[in-house]
């Protein structure tokens, strides 16, 4: 009886065979030319904030320094509990969101000094340091079709409007509990639709599935599509300009150059920029490292 | 007129959260959200048993295409369901479709398709030759052969598949939250995106149960129907599956 | 029917050829998580199969609680596992081996116990071992049923490393998130055919291992 003996011997064959195939697939690292830690960057899985990591992770690169961009994944939550765990070092992220995220119950505000004043402090809890905010900006938007009547978020009152959001957005009092709340918009929908925050909303919108949405306001379809952007008369958007932010711990390695450049970077991006961006890779179907090497090159920030 | 959707309490104990009558009554409440995962799991299921178990039976029944149903159910068991599903909403929102019906519906109906017609044509198949032969020779018609005999050896496979597919289907269902729906998914939905850990766990124990009830119920209604001596035989008679 | 315009076609091919660095990457890391999710399945399936097999009584609790934790939505499961293992490739990879679970001691306790008892006291009578007896009798005849079960638990576990995209660790299910984000065809297009594509691939590869250390089961067999 020989056989079954083969069959043993062929079936650890077998799995060395793919052990080794398995262990051939390894990665290279570059060196770089900034002597400091790796840079550990990730952007949040969605396309704006993706080409935002893209542009700050190549523009670092680019001046030398060993940056590693993550896959991007996750939201803000996982963005910041990275930073806590220690498995990001940067990340890129609006300043009103951090308010909500790090301090729920803090007061609100369209001011974007007044709510950095708040998250400074709750970021340098976590051991990171929050940089300049720049003066681009993706604010919350309550969206509606070209041929609405309603032009203000109060003129929603008694429209009975199909409302639409991401889960995230129902719990939120800046967001569906602030429009709905009788003391700040008291607005009553008629029924309401969860939806994956993205261009999904847009697609929703225009085929009448809802009559307002929740969404962002550097969104390409929104112009493309002829859509409105509803003023926030009461003021309960909160600022969301970008910031990055990094730990403090790497901060220091590097010294004033890595803040320095950072900061740079950072005034030099505008709600204009963000909104190209966005038509690039969301209506021109372009990939987000391909859009940011453009951008950066254009800037004759590439050296 | 529903007024908007109240809150969802931050982080409450997931043991007082399904305890509490609120979450299981209103639109929003679990009552409503199994009403509406139920049905779609059972058109679901109907439209997938109709359409596999008489195809299936044929097609072994006269011995046609055996090359093809392996190659077929590998393949749509490869298929990543999520994908499926998400593909088809852009396109049934721009020919004015909506979310639902169409993209859950098909995407579930692919899981759904595979066990019943591997399961009812390979039961069909390995039925015992001797007791067709004794049909034909006691002059049954071809059509009565495969009705008395054929099905009702192949019975207790059959259902057997139905049974696999039910569960998957049902335990495939909470997709469809993600995709404009609702039904029982919501609750994983919700409590990913607000960060609620005890509703992603409520949510979950309740797909889970539901399934693990489908499963339950399946398995009763196998052992009630079929005589023990027909799922003796259709056992001894199909053990390779 | 609109099903695609001209500037967002169905498949885009210069995106093929752009992007073929990221999808080789997809590709490859799709197949890692596969394997890594169905190797750690398997020896922890062995493991139940064997406790399942010495201990008749332990079948039931271990057949359920398989069962139990293939109905839980992996959205959930992937989600929960978040907060402890961070956005990493353990939290992928546990709840894709739990899945298949169920597949593989299903058919790891089928196989052992498609041995029939007339064999094993005929190893005993030729004076075997207990472990010559497992390894050379009871394995080599239930490997049919074990490599059935390992190319379900395969195939399967590659259609769910796509919903692993959600946590940045799909392989080509990040293809399809990115393209159901965008809603650009093209990626997602890619994706779900190259993981299907995938599937069949390693689902012909197990079945020709399976031949080669099986040659003697052809002949019992009739068809695949």
Redesign the interface.
């Known amino acids: 009886m020989n056989r079954p003996v083969l069959t043993m011997k062929k079936l650890i064959a077998l799995l060395l065979a793919f052990a080794f195939v398995f262990a051939a697939c390894g990665d290279g690292d570059g060196d770089a030319a900034v002597d400091g830690p790796t840079i550990r960057l990730r952007g949040q899985d969605f396309s704006e904030a993706v080409t935002i990591a893209e542009v700050y992770g190549q523009y670092l690169q680019a001046k030398g320094y060993d940056v590693e961009i993550l896959t991007p994944a996750g939201f803000r939550t996982e963005a910041i509990d990275g930073l806590r765990n220690g498995e990001l070092d940067l990340i890129v992220d609006y300043i009103g969101g951090s308010l909500t995220a790090l301090a729920p119950d803090a007061a609100s505000s369209s001011n974007p000094d007044e709510v950095v004043s708040v998250i400074g402090p709750a970021y340098e809890e976590i051991g990171a340091t929050l940089l300049d905010y720049s003066p681009a900006v993706d604010g919350d938007a309550l969206v509606v079709r070209g041929d609405s009547t309603a032009s203000t978020i109060s003129d929603l009152a008694d429209l009975g409007y199909v409302f639409g959001s991401s889960a995230q957005c129902f719990e939120r009092p800046q967001c569906f509990l602030g429009y709905t709340d009788p003391a700040i918009y008291g607005i009553t929908f008629s029924d309401t639709v969860t939806i994956d925050f993205g261009p999904l909303l847009g697609e929703a919108l225009a085929a009448g599935e809802v009559d307002a949405v929740v969404w962002n306001t550097t969104a390409p379809q929104i112009g493309e599509q002829g859509f409105k952007v509803l003023e926030d008369d009461q003021g309960l958007h909160p600022a969301q300009n970008i910031a990055p932010i990094i730990m403090t711990a790497v901060l220091d390695e590097y010294g004033d150059q890595l803040r320095d450049d950072l900061n740079e970077l950072s005034a030099l991006i505008t709600t204009a920029d963000l909104l190209a961006w966005n038509t690039e890779t969301d209506i021109a179907k372009r990939e987000s490292d391909d859009v940011a090497a453009e951008w950066l090159e254009t800037k004759g920030l590439t050296s | ?5 109240a ?2 309490p ?1 982080d409450i104990g997931i043991l007082e959260w399904l305890f509490d009558s609120q979450s299981w009554t209103g639109a929003n409440g679990i009552v409503a959200s199994l009403t509406d995962t139920v049905i779609l799991c059972t058109i679901v299921m109907a439209v997938a048993i109709v359409t596999m178990v008489p195809l299936a039976a044929w097609l072994a029944h006269t011995r046609r295409g ?1 090359v093809s149903v ?1 190659w077929m159910v ?2 749509s ?8 599903a ?2 088809l ?3 049934s ?4 479709w ?2 639902e019906p169409w993209p859950i519906f098909i995407a579930l109906l692919l899981l759904a398709l595979p066990p019943i017609f591997l399961n009812t044509y390979t039961a069909i198949k390995q039925v015992d030759p001797g007791a067709v032969d004794a049909a034909r020779a006691m002059g049954y018609s071809p059509a009565n052969v495969l009705f008395r005999v054929e099905l009702a050896l192949a019975a207790s496979v059959i259902l057997a598949g139905v049974r696999v597919a039910a ?1 998957t289907v ?3 269902e ?2 469809r ?4 729906g ?1 039904g029982l ?2 609750y ?8 609620n ?1 005890s509703l ?2 409520a ?2 124990a309740l ?2 149960g539901l ?2 009830l489908t ?1 339950l119920s399946f398995r009763t209604i196998e052992r009630v129907a079929l005589p023990e001596g027909v799922r003796r035989v259709a056992r001894t008679a199909t ?2 599956e | 029917m609109i099903l695609a315009q001209a500037s967002n076609p169905l498949v885009r091919w210069e995106y093929f050829i752009d992007e073929w660095d990221q999808i080789q990457r997809a590709l490859i890391e799709h197949m890692e998580l596969t394997v890594y999710a169905v190797l750690l399945g398997f020896v922890v399936s062995a493991g139940l199969a064997a406790i399942a097999l010495r201990f008749r009584w332990m079948l039931a609790p271990i057949n359920g609680f398989t069962a139990f934790l293939y109905t839980i939505p992996s959205v959930a499961l992937f989600g929960l596992l978040v907060p402890y293992f961070g956005l990493s490739r353990t939290t992928a990879v546990l709840p894709l081996a739990a899945y298949t679970l169920l597949i593989l001691v299903t058919n790891i306790v089928a196989g052992f116990n498609s041995v029939s008892p007339e064999v094993r006291e005929a190893a005993a009578g030729m004076g075997m071992t207990p472990f010559r007896r497992l390894t050379q009798v009871e394995l080599p005849l239930a490997l049919p049923y074990i490599i059935a079960g390992l190319r379900l638990a395969v195939v399967s576990t590659v259609g769910l490393v796509t919903v692993a995209a959600i946590i940045g660790q799909g392989g080509l299910g990040r293809l399809i998130l990115d393209g159901l984000r965008r809603t650009f065809w093209t990626p997602m297009t890619i994706g779900a055919s190259l993981s299907i594509l995938l599937a069949v691939l390693l689902d012909g590869l197990i079945l020709l291992a399976g031949r080669w250390a099986t040659p003697w089961a052809e002949r019992q067999r009739g068809s695949p």
């Open positions: 007129m529903v007024v908007g959707q809150a969802v931050r055996e392996s590998t393949l068991r490869a298929i990543p369901t999520f994908a499926v998400g593909l909403v852009p396109i929102l721009r020919n004015g909506g979310f569960v049902v335990a495939t909470p997709i939250a993600f995709l404009g609702d998914g919501r994983v939905r919700d409590g990913l995106g607000q960060n850990d992603v766990i949510g979950a797909v889970a399934a693990g499963a053990r390779q």
